[in-house]
Structure formats: C-alpha cells, structure tokens
C-alpha cells in the first residue's frame, strides 16, 4: 500500500511506485485528451486561470490523497506537447519512452554526482558514456586536424548548451587568460556573449551572417586587425535556421591566427550519429571545445547536454577540493574524484537515460531517428515551395523550415503565429532573417507524416489575416 510517506527507493520502493505510476498515466492520459491538441486553448490568462482552478490551495493545512493526480492532470492538460506533429516551434523535443523510463530510474535512486560514495556506479557509467560521446566526436577514422601531443579527448555532462557554451568560455579563460577575446558571428546562440558578460571578459567581437553562416572571409580580417588573444566560436545548427558555419574554412583560419575554437553544436551534433549526415560537421574534430545536447536532437527529456574537449587536461582548472567530498587521503586510497566534473555540487544522472537510449538503440537506430525528421523537413520544404500562397526561405540544412505567407507583412505573420496558440492549434516558431520575420518549424518528431505536414500549411493559410 502506498501512502504519501512511502519512499522510491530501498525494498518497498517499486511497491510503493507501482500503483503510483498508473495514476501517473491515468492522468497523463486524461489530461491530454482535455486539452486535444499541441496546446492548451485560451492564451496565458485563460491556461494560469486553469491551473489555478485544477490546483487549487498548494499548501493545505492537511494533505489531499488526490493531489498526485490532481496535479499531473492540471500540467498535462495545460501543457505543450512537443509529441504533436503541429508542435513545432523549438528545439524542443518529443522524448522516447525508453529514456524517460530511464529517467525514473534516475530520480528513484537519486545518485548525486559530487562524490564517489553517492554514486558509485553511476560515476562509472557517466565515464563510460562521455567516452563513448566523446570519440565520436573526435574520432580518429574521420579526423581533419591532428590531435595534439598527449591528449586524450573527454567531456562534462552538462545542464544543456549554455552550460556547456559557459564552460567552453571559462576553459578558453583559463588556457589563454582573462584577456582572451570572445569571436562569433552574427548567427551565434545568444548563451555565448551572456557567458562572456558573466565570466568578465571584453565585449565580444560580432563577426557578420550575411546568409546566416559566419563569414570567413570576415572572421579572417577580425582575426588580423583585433589583437588576441582569442576564443572563436562556430555554430553547427543555428537556432533560427538550423544552418552549419563553414567549420574546415574556421578551423584553419583558427589553426594560422592562433585561435582557440569552440563549436556549438547543440543542435547539429545529433548528426553524428547518421552515416548519411555526418559528413556535414567535418571539421569539427578540429575544435578545442564542442557543446553537444541530446534533449533536442537526441530526444532526451531535459537535460542532457555535454561538452566535449579536445584535450583533457584543460579540464585540470575545474579541479576543487571540499574535505567532506574529496578528501586527499581518501583520492590516494583510490576513490574517484568527481567535484572537478562539473561546477555544480549536486548533480543528478542523466547519464543514465543516455545510456539507456545509446544502448537500446545502437547507431543504427538513433541514425534512423535523425534522418526521419531531416526528410520530414525537406519534405515540408518542397511542399511549401511548390504552394503559391507561401513563399520558402531557403532548403533546410538539418530540420528547420522558414517559411512566410507570401505577400504577407511582419505584422500579419506575427499575428498568424499568435492565433494559432490562442487556438491551442499548433505551436510556430519566428525567425528575423535579412530584415523580414518568418515562421518556423522545427521538426524533431520521427512519427509527423506528410499528412500532418500538409495539415499545418493548410492551418497556416487558413488563419493568415487578408
């Protein structure tokens, strides 16, 4: 029987879960079927209004024993479901049941990740996967750059890719001093000048996108006129357009001004793991730091975000010592160290879901995965070109579509896009590309259809103001 009081974890544990779980789903089920589409109706005063009445007083002086699913109905209900094929906007992805299963796992037995004795398995099963990530991100059988003498590559599991984007800046800081300068394009993610703010160095340098990839030509004369030192940071998979920055033309000019690179691969490094849509970040292996999130390309509940590094040693200045958690004498008897994984102290296991997804679905499958969405979106693509009411911003490189009514102005495309999630009908994205504002589609969901393809067009022409 289980009570309020019951634990996850220990003997009585999965007894206590089990009822639990199918009033989880019950109300999953329940709440979904209440809100009947990518998004609740309404808009934010009428979903807060909602939720407000679902839930009621927080903190009642005695406890309700329906609360578990009171509540979990009140957020299915009044959330946004990235598993709806008209649910497109962000790099927000539908995650598999194997990981979120996983991930039940993770917080039954709630390991923390800053000392040996709270984790001792999940400590080697985050080496074992950050291994695994990491070679294939450097890997030896598709290199461009030679690896430097004595390293070997590693990587931190991170919150997602400004953590990781944060981490690069403060490795870059400590290898080249507090006066390195911080190099981007215009197409960068907005993490990357935030990182700089917070770690206290110079305003950084906005190398222009003019066909929204950083321009070599003018990263080059950036490089020459600005004294360094400096950190360039490259993006594989923007997130307005999902483009790749030219990573070989970037990593050369970084190798003959001296530069350090970094490469934000957040959303573009999923293609690692696709034979057919690897070759699109040759170059990367060439880059001192490369942040990787597999809670959007990966499908992976959040968070699940990496960043792997070229040479393992840069990652010596994280080192911290706190007695209770890493003691000398006790590192000298052989338990591992983990405070200098992260600049977080407590830190839960998302390795564990990774695994649990890398394993279950090999290469193979999770290549799949990636080239089911990337044909999803050349699919909507074609399909947009080929509609005279709309007008298509370029062919997409990894699974974002930009698309406009055409002759529509920035206002009624604005105006289309926010009467849609009014409706609770589908969930667009925006993007401000050459001066105009364009609707977005990002598609991460392996199971949308051309039908449901076609269905969000026709929404969007059928709500586009004359």
Known sequence: ?????????????????????????????????????????????????????????????????????????ALAETAADPADPLCTAHLHCPPLAVAAAADLAASTLNPSLDSWDQAPGASELEALVTGALTREVFS???ATAPTPPGATPSALMTTGGSESNQLALLLAREARGAGVR??????????LPRAAWLLGLSEPVVVPAPAGVLDPAALDEALTQLPGPHLVAATAGTTD???????????????????????????????LFSDRYRDRLR???????????????????????????RDRRALAVLHHHAGYLNADDDIEAGLPDLLGRSLRTSRRPDV?????????????GLG????????????????????????????????????????ACDAAVAAVR?????????????????????????????????????ALLKLVEGNTPG
């Open 1 to 73: 029987m289980s009570t309020p009081q019951s634990l996850a974890s220990g003997p009585e544990g999965p007894h206590a879960l089990r009822p639990l779980l199918d009033i989880v789903l019950d109300a999953l089920s329940e709440g979904a079927g209440a809100r009947a589409g990518a998004l609740p109706r309404g808009g934010p005063e009428a979903v807060a209004a909602r939720m407000r009445d679902a839930v009621g007083d927080v903190l009642p002086a005695e406890g309700d024993p329906n609360a578990l699913h009171t509540v979990v109905r």
């Open 140 to 142: 030896t059988e598709t």
């Open 283 to 309: 170059g990367l292996d060439a880059a001192d730091t490369v942040t990787l999130d597999l809670h959007k390309l990966g499908w992976q509940p959040v968070a699940a975000g990496l960043l792997a590094v």
């Open 418 to 454: 926010r009467r849609l999630l009014t409706d609770g009908r589908a969930v667009l994205g925006r993007a401000r590309i050459d001066g105009r504002l364009w609707l977005k589609t990002t598609l991460l969901n392996p199971h949308t259809r051309p039908d449901d393809l076609a």
């Open 368 to 407: 799949r995965l990636v080239e089911q969405v990337c044909a999803r979106a050349s699919e909507f693509a074609d399909l947009v070109h080929g509609h005279p009411a709309f007008e298509l911003y370029d062919p997409p490189t990894i699974s974002t579509v930009l698309f406009r009514p055409a002759h």
């Open 352 to 364: 564990l879901k990774i695994a649990v997804t890398l394993k279950a679905l090999g290469r193979t």
């Open 182 to 191: 911080l190099v981007h394009g215009a197409n960068a993610h907005h993490s």
């Open 241 to 271: 357009a999902g483009l790749i920055d030219p990573l070989p033309e970037i990593a050369a000019l970084c190798a003959a001004h001296g530069a350090r690179l970094h490469v934000d691969a957040a959303y573009g490094g999923g293609l």
